[in-house]
């Protein structure tokens, strides 16, 4: 009898039929293989705490992290990330980035720096700030660790949208094994942040 789903188990011989019985469903479960390609690692929220932080990433498991922040307020809006390498937060000037900021007022900027402290996710001067942010190589030793992010937010000190993409780096070849989320200065009044694995199709 033919197996009604495609992959590496049992040693699938013929061409599936497209159709998903419960058993099929629960045996592609048991394997990690239903779902999509998000795996959710960790949901926070949180209120008054000066970071947020992802110390336990399954850096081992995954080559490629992403990280959703929603609704991030404070008494700066502007979101920022650290590394955390082999257990040691790493808050030395060795971080790297490249970004376009731009408002619906017209203003656009790039912001660019080759040894900040942090990487910029959002940059803002008023209202919630949400973003979404990759992370590629965390958990491997011989490489950099990379960041590709967009953010947004509501200005209405200026009454404009903006919005916020580019990347950042940490330059220099370690285990990246936690992620650090912070402001520029002061203390996270709110948000969510969640971490996912991306499986490897």
């Given at each position: 009898?033919?197996?009604?789903?495609?992959?590496?188990?049992?040693?699938?011989?013929?061409?599936?039929?497209?159709?998903?019985n419960?058993?099929?469903?629960?045996?592609?479960k048991?394997?990690g293989?239903?779902?999509?390609?998000?795996e959710?690692?960790?949901?926070?929220?949180?209120?008054?705490v000066s970071?947020?932080?992802?110390?336990s990433?399954?850096?081992?498991?995954?080559?490629?992290h992403?990280?959703t922040?929603?609704?991030?307020?404070?008494?700066?809006?502007?979101i920022?990330?650290?590394?955390y390498e082999?257990?040691?937060?790493?808050t030395?000037?060795v971080?790297?980035?490249?970004?376009?900021?731009?408002?619906?007022?017209?203003?656009f900027?790039?912001?660019?720096?080759?040894?900040d402290?942090?990487?910029?996710?959002?940059?803002t001067?008023?209202?919630p700030?949400?973003?979404?942010?990759?992370?590629?190589?965390?958990?491997?030793?011989?490489?950099f660790?990379?960041?590709s992010?967009?953010?947004?937010?509501d200005?209405s000190?200026?009454?404009r949208?903006?919005?916020?993409?580019?990347?950042?780096?940490?330059p220099?070849?370690?285990?990246?094994?936690?992620i650090?989320?912070?402001?520029l200065s002061?203390?996270?009044?709110?948000?969510?942040a969640?971490?996912?694995?991306?499986?490897?199709i």
């Amino acid at each position: 009898m033919p197996y009604k789903y495609s992959g590496n188990f049992p040693n699938q011989q013929v061409k599936n039929s497209g159709i998903f019985n419960p058993k099929d469903i629960n045996n592609l479960k048991s394997y990690g293989e239903w779902g999509g390609s998000l795996e959710l690692i960790e949901e926070q929220t949180v209120s008054s705490v000066s970071a947020i932080d992802f110390t336990s990433i399954q850096e081992n498991k995954y080559d490629v992290h992403y990280m959703t922040i929603n609704s991030f307020t404070g008494s700066n809006m502007n979101i920022r990330l650290r590394f955390y390498e082999s257990g040691v937060l790493e808050t030395a000037n060795v971080y790297q980035q490249a970004h376009q900021w731009g408002a619906s007022s017209g203003t656009f900027l790039e912001i660019t720096d080759t040894a900040d402290g942090e990487i910029e996710v959002a940059n803002t001067t008023s209202d919630p700030s949400s973003a979404y942010i990759y992370f590629y190589n965390l958990g491997n030793s011989s490489k950099f660790s990379f960041t590709s992010s967009q953010s947004f937010n509501d200005d209405s000190d200026d009454s404009r949208a903006v919005f916020m993409y580019g990347g950042g780096a940490l330059p220099q070849a370690s285990l990246v094994d936690g992620i650090r989320v912070l402001p520029l200065s002061g203390t996270i009044t709110s948000a969510t942040a969640k971490l996912y694995g991306v499986k490897e199709i």
